[in-house]
């Protein structure tokens, strides 16, 4: 990548990449395949949460116990990833570094406040995801650097969670979705609530006012609605062939409300169980 | 200047070496290389499913790996399907199905749709009308309308257990 600089292009699962060259969209003169590469492919359990290397299959994380068992927002969000087949090929930190707004993943990394480890010349340097995705199909990855892994914090065993999107088939990009995680206390209040939304802007968005909204809050229909309406204000979503900037808005608060709901409902579950 | 590369590889059960571009797609290197013609070509971006195979075991879009990156690999494609059957069957009972129910009209996405079918009965040897829906949502049939295919898969279903 140091040689070859703009002209290079990583190659990793290759489900969004490879459409890109058959399309002739893109023309890279030369592609680096990190298939071949040992370190890349793994899961661990750390105390700073599970470790996992970027060109683990999304299958391999979706079926992983480990992840099922602490971090099973995560394996909830990679079911909504195209189809198996796609899954089967398609590598955690690939769909990470793509940063596509209408992804699942980018939601996910950056509503759990994951960190990302990179890898440039014998250096490597840790970046929130807040920090790691910047724009539409951007993100602050210099072009001589790769993604080494990722760390999700683990989830509380607790916690409710949810993904909800709307997509015109099942397995089609999403045309708006959200990733939501709460947890109570001892009292039924809410702590630590984490929203991102994907779809709606260059990249998956943290909805910071509407967990803002519900902190130390009883959670019920009403707080819900009320948290979600102030996605109102902080959204102005693109519009293209698949939906208008409005149906996007609107859909962005449904949605919302829907995974906040069934999150809540899931950690009563989670904490009579 | 191309460089071209060695490979090799198990294809059905036979050993398959070749010479090819890095750029050539492990699709085209079955259907031209090797003269495999069953596994199609349809959209080329990983979305209608007809070039599905299986890599190492797992369903994969031949469209979307390149034939270098499939060096040293096990595949199956639609040529292979048989050969799983029992001893003495001429067809798989997923193809078998298939020809039952009418699982088919023109054909062209029928080998994706068998090699899918192949992976998910594997995992699930009884699925639910609404699970194989799902699952077959990744492999796209403008003839059919579906629902004869989904009759197939759960014909197939009740003769894999029956065996």
């Known amino acids: ?273 | 200047m191309t460089t071209h590369c060695a490979i090799e590889m198990t294809v059905n059960d036979k050993r398959y070496t070749g010479l090819v571009e890095p750029r050539l797609s492990l699709a085209d290197f079955l259907r031209d290389h090797l003269g495999l013609t069953g596994t199609h070509v349809g959209c080329e971006q990983g979305i209608c499913g007809s070039c599905t195979i299986l890599l190492n075991g797992e369903t994969v879009r031949s469209c979307l790996l390149f034939a270098v990156q499939a060096h040293g690999a096990t595949i199956v494609t639609i040529e292979g399907l048989a050969a799983k059957a029992k001893s003495g069957d001429r067809l798989h009972p997923i193809q078998q199905g298939f020809l039952e129910t009418v699982g088919f009209q023109c054909g062209f996405c029928t080998p994706g749709f068998l090699m899918t079918t192949y992976e998910f009965l594997q995992e699930n040897p009884s699925p639910s009308e609404e699970e194989i829906r799902e699952r077959l949502t990744g492999n796209l049939c403008r003839c059919t309308g579906y629902q004869n295919i989904v009759a197939a898969v759960q014909w197939a279903a009740e003769r894999l257990r029956a065996r």
């Open chain 1, 1 to 273: 990548m140091r040689r070859h600089g703009l002209d290079a292009k990583i190659l990793a699962g290759g489900q969004s990449l490879v459409p890109l060259l058959n399309l002739r969209l893109t023309k890279p003169k030369i592609l680096v395949d990190l298939n071949g590469v040992s370190g890349l492919d793994h899961i661990r359990e750390t105390s700073a949460g599970l470790r996992i290397g970027a060109m683990t299959r999304q299958s391999g994380v979706e079926r992983s116990a480990i992840v099922r068992e602490k971090c099973p927002v995560l394996a909830e969000a990679i079911r909504h990833i195209g189809h198996l087949a796609i899954r089967h090929r398609g590598t955690i930190g690939g769909s990470l570094v793509h940063a596509d707004p209408a992804a699942e993943l980018p939601a996910v990394a950056l509503a759990l406040d994951a960190k990302f480890e990179v890898l440039g010349d014998g250096m490597a340097r840790a970046v929130c995801a807040d920090e790691f995705f910047i724009d539409y199909l951007t993100t602050s990855l210099r072009p001589d650097e790769i993604l080494g892994e990722i760390i999700f914090p683990v989830l509380q065993p607790s916690s409710g969670y949810a993904v909800e999107e709307v997509a015109r088939r099942h397995g089609d990009f999403a045309v708006a979705g959200v990733v939501a995680v709460v947890d109570l206390d001892g009292e039924g209040k809410i702590i630590g609530p984490r929203v991102a939304l994907f779809g709606v802007a260059p990249t998956a968005v943290r909805a910071r006012a509407v967990e803002q909204a519900m902190i130390g809050q009883q959670p019920g229909n009403e707080l819900i609605r009320d948290a979600a309406a102030l996605l109102r204000d902080m959204l102005d979503p693109p519009g293209d062939i698949r939906a208008s900037s409005a149906y996007r808005k609107r859909a962005a608060a449904v949605l919302t409300v829907r995974a906040l709901t069934k999150a809540v409902q899931l950690c009563h579950t989670r904490r009579l169980s």
